[in-house]
C-alpha cells in the first residue's frame, strides 16, 4: 500500500504525483529577499512541483512592460518548470490591450494576474482584459485579499466563460465570504497562498466549496514553497481532494501536461 | 539534494498554548486530549505549552494552576511557566514564581507582555534571575520586541531567549539583532517563514538558533512541518530544527 500524502511530508518525500504552483512570483519584494530561480527549482524538486505559474513583482509595482519580460525570461532560463502571467493593470488603460497582445505571442504565458490597486475589478476599466481571457480560455489569478473581492466576484459573473481565481482566499479569518462567492459562481476559483495557517482554514474552505474549486498557490519568493505546501499535504483532509487541488486542478484551468492515473 | 528521510523527525514544539481561554474559536483545539490527537496527526512528539488564559488579562496564579492540570495529563507537555514582574511586595516575588515553576518541572518561562510590557525596567529583576539559572525565556513580538531584545541582551548577555511570533518580513530587523546576541534563538512558524525555507538563516546562523514552533491553537501546524521537514538541510540539522535545539535548551536550565 502507497504512502500517504500526509506520510509523505511528514518523511521530507517528494509527492507522488506533479503539483502544479498557480500563485508564485519572480523579483524581489521590498524587505523579503528571495532565492535565486535555481534555488527555487531545487526546493520544486524536493516537493515535486512539477511547475509554476509566476507573475512579476516589478509588473505589480507598476513597471509592468519590464516586468512581463522578466517573467518571460525565467520561463526561458526553466522551460517547462516556470510559465508566465502576464500582468496588466488598469491605472494604464492604453496598455492593457497591448500588453496582453505582445505577451501572449510568447507561449510561455499561461494566464493573466491583476492586483488590487485603484480601479476596482468589476470597473468598465478591466472589461477588455476578461474579454481578452473569455476568448482566449484563459484563467486570471487576482490579489484579493480578508474577503475583499473588490469586484472580482461580479466581473466573473459578467464573464462565466472565463475562470477567474481569487488570491489569498480566507486571509484574515474571511474563508466564509470567499466560499459563499465560489459556491455562487460556477467561474471562480480560489487560490490558498496566505502567509499565515489558520486553525481549520484548509479544511474549511475545502469543505465549504468542495476540492474542485480550490487551487494551490505558494507566493514563492515572498515566503516559503515548502510551508505552502506543507499546509496542503498535512491538512486534514482525504488524498483524493488534495491531488484534485494540487494536481487536477490547475492541469485543468492552465492545460498543463497530461493528467497522471 | 534529496532531502527524504529514513524516519519523520522528532517535533519538539517550542510555541503552543493549551487548555482553556476566553474566546476560543471553533477550529482552535486547546483541550489537552484533543492537542495531542493534533500532534499524532502533525507528527510532533512534544509540546512546550503556556496557558491560553492567560494571553488576556486573566489572573495569572489561575493560569499557573491550569497548566499545571494540562501538564499532568501528558509527560509530552512540558511546562512554559509564565514569570510575571509584579510591582507591589504583597505579590508573589520573582523567587517565589521560580520555586513554583521548578515544583511543576518547568525548564523555561514565559515572559507574556499582557500585563507589563516587555522592558528591561519592568522585566529586568526576572530576566537577571533567569540569565543566571541559564533559564530560556519565551517571549513573543508584540511590535517593539526586537528593539527592546537588543537593550535586554546588552545588559544580559547570557540571557537565553526564544523569540517567537516573528513574520516572513522579519529577517531585516531580526538578522541584526541575532549577529549582535548569540543567546537569542527564534521560532520558525508560524508566520515566520522566509522564502527559501530555513536555508538562508543557516547560512548566516547554523542551526542551533533555530526552534520548531506551530503557533497552536490558533494556527495549524501542516505548513511549518513541511517547511522543516524539505528544507534543503542536512538530517541532522532538520533534527536539530525540529526538536534538538529546544531539547538543549531546556537540558542545559538549572532551575
Known sequence: MSASLRENALLGRPCPFPIFDIHAHVGQFSGITGPSHSCIVAEMDRLGVAGMVVSSVEAIYGDVARGNDEAAKACEMFPNRFWAYAHVTAQQPALLGRELERCFRNPCFKGIKVYQVGVDYDSPAFDEVWAFAQERRLPILAHTWGGNLTGFDRAAERFPNANFIAGHAGSDGSWPIYAAAAKRLPNLYLDLTYSREEAGLMENLVGAVGAEKVVWGSDSQCFSLSHQAGKIMLARLDDAAKKTILHDNPVRLFGFGQKTA | ?255
Request: proline share 10%; aromatic share 10%.
Open chain 2, 1 to 255: 539534494m534529496s532531502v527524504s528521510l529514513a524516519q519523520p523527525l522528532q517535533f519538539f514544539d517550542a510555541y503552543c498554548g493549551i487548555g482553556i481561554c476566553q474566546q476560543p474559536q471553533p477550529d482552535w483545539i486547546i483541550e489537552p486530549e484533543k492537542l495531542l490527537a493534533a500532534m499524532d496527526h502533525y507528527g510532533i512528539g512534544k509540546a512546550l505549552v503556556y496557558p491560553n488564559y492567560i494571553r488576556a488579562i486573566a489572573p495569572p496564579e489561575r493560569g499557573t494552576e491550569i497548566l499545571r492540570e494540562c501538564c499532568r495529563i501528558s509527560n509530552r507537555f512540558e511546562p512554559l511557566a509564565p514569570i510575571y514582574p509584579h510591582p507591589y511586595p504583597d505579590l508573589p516575588s520573582v523567587e517565589s514564581q521560580l520555586e513554583r515553576a521548578k515544583a511543576m518541572g518547568a525548564r523555561a518561562a514565559w515572559c507574556n507582555a499582557v500585563s507589563a510590557p516587555f522592558t528591561l525596567l519592568t522585566y529586568g529583576e526576572i530576566i537577571s534571575r533567569c540569565a543566571k539559572l541559564q533559564l530560556p525565556i519565551l517571549v513573543e513580538e508584540a511590535g517593539d520586541t526586537i528593539a527592546q531584545l537588543d537593550r535586554i541582551c546588552e545588559s544580559f548577555p547570557s540571557l537565553r531567549v526564544i523569540y517567537a511570533g516573528g513574520s516572513f518580513r522579519s529577517d531585516p530587523l531580526l538578522f541584526p539583532l541575532l549577529r549582535k546576541h548569540e543567546n537569542i534563538h527564534v521560532c520558525l512558524g508560524p508566520a515566520y517563514i522566509p522564502p527559501w525555507g530555513p536555508m538562508r538563516f543557516v547560512e548566516s546562523f547554523g542551526p542551533k538558533r533555530l526552534l520548531f514552533g506551530s503557533g497552536m491553537p490558533r494556527c495549524t501546524p501542516g505548513g511549518v512541518v513541511g517547511h522543516v521537514a524539505y528544507a534543503g538541510l542536512s538530517l541532522d540539522e532538520r533534527q536539530l530544527i525540529a526538536g534538538g535545539n529546544l531539547e538543549r535548551l531546556l537540558k542545559e536550565a538549572w532551575l
